[in-house]
């Protein structure tokens, strides 16, 4: 890919629409429902376990490059706990590696696995930072749009459109389950197509699992855990969403060992290592029982379906997410009006001044932006209190 065209892709999925609205819940003083970050802090004992490591001297100087021991091993349990029953496995020494949250694993494992050329097919919408990353990595995205379906309330992939997307020239999938934006979880019999045409076609596959401990319908199957998938899937997670510290930017990849080697490869020229006392901490969260997993899930059920029935009461046409913390919404039902003539991008400039509540619109996830368009996603990763507020502004407006 040519530096032009590089800095083009760069600039039209940069992240300046997060920034802008983050900027107008501020000087607005409106309830900042855009961008995915909790209003309260994660366990006070992973927090500190986080000072303890400071005070202690672990991790205040580089840590090993492919991470901590501890973490590395608490990672691997993790697997085994949760995913050990689908017979899946890493050895903390060869097929963990730590990166500064699953943004770098991300980029690193795009990095290391694609030759400039490379296709790349991804479920559009996608989070913004896979353009990004494919882009640097000289890369072609090749979107495989989810389609929404009202009747349902859900978004549907399309399996037939999905093979038909890969050519002799794609290299890997990159996929996302629990799905951000649109909150869908791939059932079972949606994963084994996508593996068999994975190792029909030889495809390597990397999986962004991040939201993998938040799922309220259905449930997290691994890719990796799939016949033929163990080793050509790079999976990544990260504690940034399951614990609730966001800004600690810890994550991690798992995969067979020649996969970690390329990936850690990229890394080191990266970040090279981050988050030392944080990783120790993060180890000890792995560990933590599990109600604290269930309780999580279960709290953000709730907040889920306040927020949803509040926005089904203010007369958005509301798509029910099965995972993640988000929700996303069609505008057009509030009418041509309300809804800026159905564009959301105009309507989330004009909703901090017009109710006090900021949104995403959609579209940025998209290369295709008309099929984005009347689409607005609400974080309700708040409080109760926070959501309960929100939602008494947004039908205040459309009762108005």
């Known amino acids: 890919?040519?530096?032009?065209?590089?800095?083009?892709?760069?600039?039209?999925?940069?992240?300046?629409?997060?920034?802008?609205?983050?900027?107008?819940?501020?000087?607005?003083?409106?309830?900042?429902?855009?961008?995915?970050?909790?209003?309260?802090?994660?366990?006070?004992?992973?927090?500190?376990?986080?000072?303890?490591?400071?005070?202690?001297?672990?991790?205040?100087?580089?840590?090993?490059?492919?991470?901590?021991?501890?973490?590395?091993?608490?990672?691997?349990?993790?697997?085994?706990?949760?995913?050990?029953?689908?017979?899946?496995?890493?050895?903390?020494?060869?097929?963990?590696?730590?990166?500064?949250?699953?943004?770098?694993?991300?980029?690193?494992?795009?990095?290391?696995?694609?030759?400039?050329?490379d296709e790349v097919v991804a479920l559009e919408p996608y989070y913004d930072s896979y353009a990004a990353c494919i882009a640097m990595a000289g890369g072609r995205r090749v979107p495989v749009t989810l389609r929404a379906e009202p009747e349902s309330g859900t978004y549907r992939l399309d399996l037939d459109e999905l093979r038909d997307a890969v050519t002799d020239d794609t290299r890997l999938l990159l996929l996302n389950t629990p799905h951000n934006p649109t909150g869908t979880v791939l059932t079972r019999e949606e994963l084994s197509?996508?593996?068999?045409?994975?190792?029909?076609?030889?495809?390597?596959?990397?999986?962004?699992?991040?939201y993998e401990h938040l799922v309220f319908e259905g449930e997290h199957l691994p890719l990796a855990s799939f016949p033929g998938m163990r080793d050509r899937t790079v999976t990544i997670s990260s504690a940034g969403k399951t614990f609730s510290f966001t800004g600690w930017k810890v994550g991690w990849v798992t995969a067979a060992p020649e996969l970690i080697t390329a990936v850690r490869s990229a890394k080191q020229f990266l970040t090279y290592v981050s988050a030392g006392p944080f990783q120790y901490a993060v180890a000890e969260a792995l560990a933590l029982p599990d109600d604290y997993y269930t309780g999580l899930r279960d709290d953000l059920r709730a907040k889920r379906d306040v927020l949803a029935a509040g926005l089904a009461d203010a007369g958005f046409r509301v798509f029910r997410p099965a995972g993640t913390y988000f929700i996303t919404t069609d505008i057009r039902p509030l009418g041509a009006e309300l809804s800026q003539d159905g564009d959301g991008f105009a309507f989330c400039r004009a909703l901090p001044e017009r109710a006090g509540v900021v949104a995403i619109p959609n579209a940025v996830f998209y290369d295709h932006k008309d099929q984005g368009t009347p689409f607005v996603r609400f974080a309700f990763c708040k409080s109760i209190e926070v959501l309960q507020e929100a939602a008494g502004r947004l039908k205040a407006l459309t009762a108005g």
């Open 193 to 210: 197509a996508i593996a068999a045409l994975a190792v029909e076609r030889d495809l390597l596959v990397i999986t962004d699992e991040v």
């Open 1 to 117: 890919m040519d530096r032009p065209l590089l800095n083009r892709c760069l600039a039209e999925f940069g992240t300046t629409i997060f920034a802008e609205m983050s900027a107008l819940a501020v000087r607005t003083g409106s309830l900042n429902l855009g961008q995915g970050f909790p209003d309260a802090d994660g366990p006070e004992e992973v927090r500190e376990a986080a000072v303890r490591a400071l005070r202690d001297g672990r991790g205040n100087q580089y840590p090993p490059g492919p991470g901590v021991p501890e973490l590395r091993t608490a990672v691997a349990a993790h697997q085994e706990r949760f995913y050990g029953h689908l017979g899946l496995s890493y050895d903390p020494d060869t097929e963990v590696l730590v990166t500064a949250g699953a943004t770098e694993a991300i980029a690193a494992a795009l990095l290391a696995l694609l030759e400039p050329g």
